[in-house]
């Protein structure tokens, strides 16, 4: 059997079943290396991160859906998704430990104010680069890299603001974006009889739609930010 042959075996048989079991023991290479890529340190079984990749794992089992692509990719990112979240809680308790324990408290709350938002920042930008991570790893399935994405991004505001309403539109509707994530594939014909984008203009932008896409239906909150609309973007 194949491996989406054996997901569906162990999602009938339930959680305690051997498929899951054996599905677990003959990926577990390649969940420690996910796991190891998405901390940038090497993850043994007896690491904590280990074991929430474990989790990510299983979680991904019971919830792949062979309709929208192949497993181990999206397995890769649920992985890596649940380190990160893990990461990120375990950055908050120990900014926390170190703020209820600073110094400055009675003697300066200035420095303290100011150490807050030190840390803070920190946060914010460990964050960042995490989602950007992610980030990359997704758009490589879909065939994109970031220097390709940045030569193939609008210029223009109008075409910008084009090119952002087709990824919305996308990200919206649940039939089209269950078919760009099934075949990796922007529909294009589709996108342009939704909204009023020349044809032409979804092809040679396709790698920034599908980007912006990839952030919209995503896990990327910060990412997020750099695809609203500006404010005093002209027509």
């Known amino acids: ?13 339930g ?35 280990a074991g929430e990749a474990m989790l990510a794992f299983v979680e ?5 859906d ?3 692509g192949a497993f181990l990719p999206y397995c890769r990112l649920t992985i890596r998704h649940r380190v990160y979240d893990f990461l990120r809680a375990a950055r908050r308790q120990e900014t926390a430990a170190v703020l209820s324990g600073s110094p400055y408290e009675e003697d300066d709350p200035a420095l303290r104010e100011q150490s807050i938002r030190a840390f803070q920042v920190q946060n914010i930008e460990a964050d960042l680069r995490m989602e950007i991570a992610a980030f990359n790893i997704e758009i490589e399935s879909f065939d994109i890299s970031y220097d390709s994405l940045v030569s193939s991004s609008p210029k223009a505001n109008k075409t910008r603001k084009q090119c952002l309403a087709a990824a919305r539109c996308t990200a919206g509707d649940p039939g089209v974006l269950r078919k760009l994530l099934r075949t990796r594939m922007l529909p294009i014909k589709e996108i342009c009889e939704k909204i009023r984008l020349p044809y032409k203009s979804a ?3 396709r790698k ?13 909150p910060y990412l997020r930010e750099y695809v609203r609309p500006r404010k005093n973007e002209d027509d």
């Open 66 to 68: 062979a309709a929208k």
């Open 15 to 49: 959680e305690n079943s051997e498929a899951l079991d054996g599905l677990i023991r003959d990926y577990k290479p390649f969940i420690f290396a996910c796991a190891s890529a998405a901390a940038k340190t090497s993850v043994s079984q007896s690491d904590a991160i």
């Open 203 to 205: 092809e040679r932008y």
């Open 208 to 220: 920034y739609i599908v980007a912006v896409v990839v952030i919209l239906a995503g896990d990327y």
């Open 60 to 64: 991904a089992v019971h919830k792949f």
């Open 1 to 13: 059997m194949n491996i989406e042959e054996r997901i569906e075996q162990a999602k009938s048989l």
